[in-house]
């Protein structure tokens, strides 16, 4: 009995595998939302319909997976899913607990200030707006209205000298849905001014919703920063009709587009390259061929989307990459972490500081999200300083 319990543990681990797998590497891809969207219910039904079904025929049958199996050729199929599941499970137990065992915070890492802060209660009001927020608001812990104000200090040693204590906002996922009213972004916009940065950056996911487009200027055009803000494009504005309408509307912000571009930007006396990547879902990588900065600027910056372009970053030499997408997850639990995170690596860049020679990678947990659910993983607005020692 005891050997039936385990058996069918590991073949529900295999499929709960197999079924964040997919999910996770569904919302990697460039395909149009409305399939993605449905592709993912069909997973989410197939993975829950499988489990009922077993279920059901336990407690019908009195038998777990595995016991009451016979050599009957009636019974066999029963074995078959269970069978690849459990040598799912076999693969993708190490495969997510070797790099939990092994994973270590970069020694780029040299401070991690962070304050919480309760925007609703500070603002004296809900902030919910459409949709199912009223509902998912009232999900003990549910943290979307908390926002983690953090400052890191990233230690660079190849930062040219002139640019040592650079500070850098970076915001990402915001999605402006109407689900979250427009006081929750004026906030942000207040907090990100106090930092007093001097580059903001965004790293897409800004608005998916027509109706929110009238917040665009309002909201961004108040955001200071001495030395420039730079944006690009998520995959979730490809639910607008009209992206350009959007992109104009950025820029009427005081935002400079660089999707799909790389530009030298003047900067404490010397130059940056500072590039933008919307793949896959907009255009493609920028262009570096022939190289537009060859042997200057000395700093390279990438603008990614997802964290998925990590290895194109570390193959033309970006010092900093700074991405999002992932949500850090949104669903942390105790001592797992992240299980959800849409990236062709899964869980791998959830959320925080990575370095890969030669390219140290920051993953925000974005401002907010589709679903408007966070448990164990805030809201973040990430101060960076850059610093040479």
Known sequence: MLLDLF?????FLGHFSLCVWLFNRLHALPW????IKWIGRAILGWGAGLLGVYGLRAAVLGVCVWQGITPDAAEIPWLIYPALCGLVATAA?????????????PDSLLANDTTLHDLAKELGQPLIGT???SLFARIPGNQIFHLAVQHKVLRLPQLPPVLDGLTIAHLSDLHMTGKITREFYDAIVDRTNRLEPELVVITGD????VMCLDWIVPVFSRLKAREGKYFILGNHE???????????????????????RAMRVPLRDTEIMIAGSESPWFGTNPSLTP?????TPPFRLLLSHSPDQLPWAKANNFDLMLAGHTHGGQIRLPCIGALISPSMFGFRYAGGLYFEEPTLLHVSRGLCGDHPIRLN???ELPLLTLVRD
């Open 377 to 379: 993983c805030p809201p």
């Open 7 to 11: 058996l069918s543990l590991v073949a």
């Open 32 to 35: 149009r939302r409305i399939y």
């Open 93 to 105: 137990i190490p495969m997510w607990l070797i790099p939990k065992l092994f994973a270590r915070i």
């Open 131 to 133: 949709g199912e927020t």
């Open 291 to 295: 190289d537009p900065c060859p042997l």
């Open 238 to 260: 490809m639910k607008l009709p009209d992206v350009g309408l959007l992109r104009r509307l950025m820029e009427e912000a005081g935002f400079v587009d660089v999707g799909s």
């Open 206 to 209: 800004i608005a998916e919703k």
